[in-house]
């Protein structure tokens, strides 16, 4: 199974920007669906961003549409997170996950999580 490691978070303040890293290893990191998921203080784990293996095609949380980018490059086995215009609701612990499946009208992690990288945004 790939193992993933995040980095990129920090502290911002509201109207910000971050860019978030996820590197795997392991196994054949291109032929598989990776995204972040994050998880607020007191909160379930949430669903943010899925990109496709090939990278044409990516999916969005409604509350991230429009302002944050996943893009992925297979050469570097690394999946990125760009986070513009960021609020304090966007304050969480992000964790990337190398195999996300969808199932009806949502995506399941089915890949190990890494540590996370908090992100904090400040008003």
């Known amino acids: 199974q790939v193992q993933v490691v995040e980095s990129g978070g920090g502290l911002v303040q509201a109207g910000g920007s971050l860019r978030l890293s996820c590197a795997a290893s392991g196994r054949t990191f291109s032929r598989y669906d990776m995204g972040w998921y994050r998880q607020a203080p007191g909160k379930e784990r949430e669903f943010v961003a899925v990109?496709?293996?090939?990278?044409?095609?990516?999916n969005y949380a409604d509350s991230v549409k429009g302002r944050f980018t996943i893009s992925r490059d297979n050469a570097k086995n690394t999946v990125y997170l760009q986070m513009n215009s960021l609020k304090p609701e966007d304050t969480a612990i992000y964790y990337c996950?190398?195999?996300?499946?969808?199932?009806?009208?949502?995506?399941?992690?089915?890949?190990?999580w890494g540590q996370g990288t908090q992100v904090t945004v400040s008003s």
């Open positions: 996950n190398a195999d996300i499946r969808p199932l009806s009208s949502s995506w399941l992690p089915f890949g190990a």
């Open positions: 990109i496709s293996w090939s990278g044409g095609k990516t």
